[in-house]
């Protein structure tokens, strides 16, 4: 069993929809939990991140995290053509290395 | 604007020849990942370092891949012979210290025939 496991989708939606994305985790250690945004051909880039559980809010996008069922969650408000990538969900490693551990990514389309 | 620049962006080679891609950190980032991303697989650790030294490089196989960073400024990722099922992006990341951000080159899509 993988450490992060995420659906990859695709996901489909018309614009302006509400989107929900997620992860599960196995290891009930971790505490920081990102969330990348990865266009097509490009590299990922951070969009946000939560420490230990509860929700955080920034723009169209709500984070949140239920450690108690170690599930991770992504939400998009209003979703935009310009949301269309992969997301994929990070939790950070519990040791010194502070590495980050991926989920496989979810694509994500939004249909104007 | 600092960003993680990494060469070449794309290399076509055959199965057996050597294989160099090269990341250049955001200048102050004192520790460095390598990734290979495939369909399959997603996003897989490779190795990574601090402050130049190598501190994991258990996602890596050992036989063909080799991993240094001769100066602050430059990583290198060598696979000698490389083989078709190398073919995938390989990302560089570059973080600073204790920062929970990793921050992404563009990647290098190797594809090996």
């Known amino acids: 069993q993988k450490e992060v496991e995420q659906d990859p989708g695709p996901l489909s939606v018309p614009e302006g929809a509400i989107v929900s994305l997620n992860c599960t985790y196995s290891?009930?250690?971790?505490?920081?939990f990102m969330w990348y945004r990865q266009y097509s051909r490009k590299g990922p880039e951070l969009l946000m991140y939560?420490?230990?559980?509860g929700n955080k809010e920034d723009g169209r996008f709500t984070a949140q995290v239920d450690k108690s069922s170690k599930y991770i969650s992504l939400f998009i408000r209003d979703s935009q053509p310009s949301d269309s990538a992969t997301y994929l969900c990070?939790?950070?490693?519990?040791?010194?290395?502070?590495?980050?551990?991926f989920g496989s990514g979810t694509r994500l389309l939004v249909r104007p | 604007d600092a960003r993680v620049t990494q060469t070449p962006r794309h290399k076509v080679t055959e199965m057996g020849q050597e294989v160099t891609m090269r990341c250049q950190p955001i200048?102050?980032?004192?520790?460095v990942f390598w990734y290979r991303q495939t369909m399959m697989q997603g996003l897989e650790l490779l190795a990574y370092?601090?402050?130049?030294?190598?501190?994991?490089d258990s996602g890596m196989p050992k036989d063909r891949f080799s991993a240094e960073m001769p100066d602050a400024t430059l990583a290198t990722l060598k696979i000698q012979p490389s083989e078709p099922r190398d073919s995938a992006v390989y990302f560089c990341?570059?973080?600073?210290?204790?920062?929970?951000?990793?921050?992404f080159g563009p990647g290098t899509r190797l594809t090996v025939t």
């Open positions: 990341a570059s973080r600073s210290g204790t920062s929970y951000e990793q921050y």
């Open positions: 290891n009930s250690a971790f505490q920081y």
């Open positions: 939560t420490y230990s559980s």
């Open positions: 990070a939790p950070r490693g519990v040791d010194s290395s502070y590495k980050l551990i």
């Open positions: 200048l102050g980032h004192n520790t």
């Open positions: 370092f601090r402050n130049r030294a190598p501190l994991d």
